[in-house]
């Protein structure tokens, strides 16, 4: 464990219970134990062999028709990721398991050809990294991002990609060829430029300023690229926005997005006992804040709202970013997909 008892390179420190399971394990005893049952994990890698990677998006507030996730879990360990309850629906924990315990499509670049291929298909972008991020550690030694950079290359298909993780630049090459048919766009998520409160919040990604990095030698190789200000979190990180924005014009970024905070599910428990650990003398003002842009609540589910919050302090941070985005010219938008240059071709073996 890391100072405080915490556990070191984890966001969430403990598991919480998972509804769709009638039992479970807890760290309670009738007995007392004075010393903890539970272990920082090693990372374990799961299988699964799918019939079709494509997920079609019905939430409006994503601006994508399909996603594609060559992982499910992510060791990153962002203790505010939303992307925790679905770990869930696996017979998993949101919390500790989410980031130790990840299940991997090696079959997914077959898959997705197929699935290109299809009769019905037409070409629309996919967003890679809808959900857990396809550059996370476990990237670099399997290469299932690449694998479905070099479908997309092949049949010429329009994809977007969201990321912290500097790992994007192995790519390059494949990025590169995609761009030169207006076939790629990339948005570099950077939450902080506090490297102290990254560490905390965002414990197995890559520093703001490697980010930072990664903009420029995308942009300097005319991938059309933005930065992603996602969560923006209340009496934490809402005041770095100008910050952020003027630092990621600089680098090269066109354009800027942003999301608030939410706190669905069991992401509620999680946060909270990363506040009362890392930030107790400012948690309740953080708390409070968060649920004065939910109406009243930490969470939210309605469309249109939940990504953006509402009342006061959502309009405020709301303010702040329009205002910013437009002193640092990040509103200049991506080039139009080019869907024309999309072919069916041969299909290969993999």
Sequence with gaps: MANGGQFKGR?????????????????????????????????????????????????????????LNPYQGCEHGCIYCYARNSHEYYGFSAGLDFESKIIVKKNVASILEKQLLNKGWQPVPIMLSGNTDCYQPLERRLELTRSILKVMVKYRHPISIITKNSLILRDLDLLSDLATDNLVRVMISVTTLDEDLRRKMEPRTATAARRLAVIKQLADARIPVGVMVAPVIPALNHHEIPAILDAASSAGATTAGLTVVR????????????????????????????????????????????????????????????????????DKGFPAYDLSKFHKGCPSLF
Aim: net charge negative; hydrophobic share 35%; charged share 25%.
């Design 263 to 330: 706190l669905n599910g069991s992401i509620g428990s999680i946060f909270r006992n990363w506040l009362e650990h890392q930030f107790p003398d400012r948690m309740e003002r953080i708390w409070s804040q968060i649920e004065d842009m939910h109406g009243g609540n930490v969470h939210d589910s309605v469309f249109g709202r939940r990504m953006a919050g509402e009342g006061r302090m959502a309009e405020s941070i709301h303010q702040l970013f329009r205002l910013s985005r437009k002193k640092y010219a990040l």
């Design 11 to 67: 966001g969430a420190q403990f598991d919480t219970p998972n509804p769709y399971l009638k039992a479970s394990i807890t760290n309670e005893h009738i007995e007392g134990l004075d010393e903890p049952l539970q272990q920082n994990p090693q990372t374990q890698v799961f299988v699964e062999n799918s019939r079709k990677v494509l997920n079609k998006v019905t939430s409006p507030d994503l601006g994508m028709e399909y996603s």
